[in-house]
């Protein structure tokens, strides 16, 4: 019998961290932007909390999924400006072609932070309240799921920094609002509320308060952790490569996928719960 199950589950965690706040309990890790003076705007630190944040949840059994949410009155007000100003002294150096090379390996550095919400295999949700702009728009929509407040924000502000947008925003946008909408919001920078946000499907649902969008989340949160923990792994696996394959190819993965996976001791656990109507218990 295996050592885990998740009903009943009750263990608490909380790891304090300076820019990343993270709270585990009953399978459901919170990972709360912890910068409420800054509006939460990313500095160097934060960067590196929120990959490794990513990366215990996706180390950690007892994380089933993960929401994603801000401190204080907004979700994230991208990049810290007093970051993005220092830059040039992070990658300074005489050699023209070595400085280059240091903030190509910077840019990609943090794409990587960025994307670590896709590479985490659990489920990522974003609660979104307040302002959502800039870099955090790159954030949201590496999510798998967003939900916003109603008094929620949103707007790609790069191009009034006069910047190219370059830790995903470009790449991802397009595939969740469609070309047309994501060329207009990128290269105009306007602002969209929430009520049109969810109008674009950049967001599932609007929630009337911050509190109301939390509850949501970890509803939405809580059915999922009750799910075969295997089956959502590889729900998001493979959604994730057929966003980015064709179909032929996608298909050809999903049939080794379950070829490798489907054989486990979740689909008796599933059938047995469904004919005794009780909730089903995996195993970690």
């Known amino acids: 019998m295996p050592s885990r199950w998740f009903f009943p589950f009750t263990q608490e965690i909380v790891v304090t961290h300076p820019s990343v706040r993270t709270e585990l309990a009953d399978g459901i890790a919170q990972l709360t932007l912890n910068r409420p003076d800054k509006s939460n705007a990313f500095d160097a630190d934060m960067w590196q909390a929120l990959h490794d944040a990513l990366r215990w949840a996706d180390d950690t059994p007892e994380v089933r999924v993960v929401i994603l949410s801000g401190a204080g009155k907004n979700f994230c007000a991208g990049i810290d400006l007093a970051m993005l100003m220092n830059i040039q002294h992070i990658i300074q150096n005489d050699c023209e ?25 659990k489920p990522v949700i974003a609660a979104i309240h307040g302002a959502c702009v800039g870099g955090a728009i790159d954030l949201i929509t590496a999510a798998d799921i967003r939900f916003a407040s109603a008094d929620a924000y ?33 290269l105009t920078g306007r602002r969209v509320d929430a009520t049109e946000a969810a109008s674009l499907r950049l967001v599932n649902r609007v929630l009337d308060t911050p509190e109301a969008l939390l509850a949501h989340a970890r509803q939405v949160a809580a059915d999922i952790a009750g799910k075969s923990p295997l089956a959502v ?44 109507k009780t909730p089903a218990r995996f195993a970690d």
């Open 97 to 121: 072609g070595r400085k280059r090379e240091a903030l190509r390996r910077l840019i990609l550095q943090l794409q990587g932070d960025i994307s670590s919400l896709e590479h985490c295999r």
């Open 154 to 186: 949103f707007a790609v502000r790069e191009i009034d920094m006069g910047m190219t947008a370059d830790v995903g925003t470009l790449q991802r946008l397009p595939r969740i609002v469609g070309e047309g909408v994501a060329r207009e919001l990128c």
């Open 233 to 276: 792994r590889g729900t998001k696996q493979v959604l994730n490569y057929s966003r980015d394959h064709s179909v032929a190819d996608s298909l050809e993965y999903v049939a080794n996928w379950n070829a490798a996976m489907l054989l486990s001791a979740d689909i008796q656990q599933a059938v047995m719960a469904s004919m005794r």
